[in-house]
């Protein structure tokens, strides 16, 4: 089973430039999620969708847009890429059935923002 | 939102349990704890869940006492393989997804 599905998983981007990362799940989970980890520190939340159609802020979503295309798929865009903006982005996913649900994380994408 | 606090880093030998406590004063009614294993370069995996007094898997265990301000994840006979930073996870399922937040991690050595 492939889970959480991410890409790229490496990318370089001038400042100011504007880029798509994807994430797609294969086990049918109703919620994903989308978290920036910087060195050294534990991950933080930009946004999430907690069903097909529907997105809310986390913890950090300056910069950052969102797109909940189908159930599948949930992506994160930057709009004009700024430095502060270098991490590994981890998007994740669960179900969705009244009780907390584990998460399930991607691989992840290394963005670096120069 | 309900913060946690963890330890920094843990040294242990090859063999030995080690216990990891996590606080998080401000946990709501409906917040469950959850447990996570990360190695370098990978994603968060799951360990273990629970929402009060113990709660036991294959790999590990979590005591979390009756004010539920806290809770331990116990890893019994660790092995080098073990190595990983650990987090806990305080929060609710969507819509209160976005009050849940990952603490900085315990990194957690382990030594022949």
């Known amino acids: 089973n492939a889970g959480v599905t991410q890409t790229p998983k490496f990318q370089v981007l001038k400042t100011g430039q504007s880029m798509t990362l994807q994430c797609a799940q294969d086990?049918?989970?109703?919620?994903m999620y989308w978290y920036r980890q910087d060195p050294g520190m534990g991950l933080r939340l930009i946004y999430y969708?907690?069903?097909?159609?529907?997105?809310d802020k986390g913890e950090v979503p300056n910069g950052y847009n969102v797109s909940r295309l189908n159930k599948r798929e949930f992506s994160l865009r930057l709009e004009s890429a700024a430095p502060s903006q270098t991490s590994v982005y981890f998007c994740?996913?669960?179900?969705?059935?009244?009780?907390?649900?584990?998460?399930?994380f991607g691989d992840g994408t290394r963005l670096s923002i120069l | 939102l309900a913060k946690t606090t963890q330890p920094i880093s843990m040294d242990s030998y090859e063999g030995q349990e080690v216990n990891i406590t996590c606080s998080h004063n401000?946990?709501?009614?409906?917040?469950?704890i959850t447990w996570y294993q990360q190695f370098p370069s990978q994603g968060p995996r799951f360990i273990i869940q629970?929402?009060?007094t113990k709660v036991t898997n294959e790999v590990a265990s979590l005591f979390i006492p009756a004010d539920r301000k806290s809770s331990t994840l116990s890893l019994p006979r660790v092995s080098l393989s073990d190595t990983a930073v650990y987090y806990c996870?305080?929060?609710?399922?969507?819509?209160?997804?976005?009050?849940?937040?990952f603490g900085d991690g315990t990194t957690l050595t382990v030594k022949p």
């Open positions: 994740a996913s669960s179900t969705l059935r009244g009780r907390n649900q584990p998460q399930h």
């Open positions: 086990m049918n989970h109703n919620s």
């Open positions: 969708s907690a069903s097909e159609g529907t997105t």
């Open positions: 401000n946990i709501a009614t409906n917040d469950y």
């Open positions: 629970g929402y009060k």
């Open positions: 996870l305080v929060g609710g399922e969507p819509p209160n997804a976005g009050k849940s937040t």
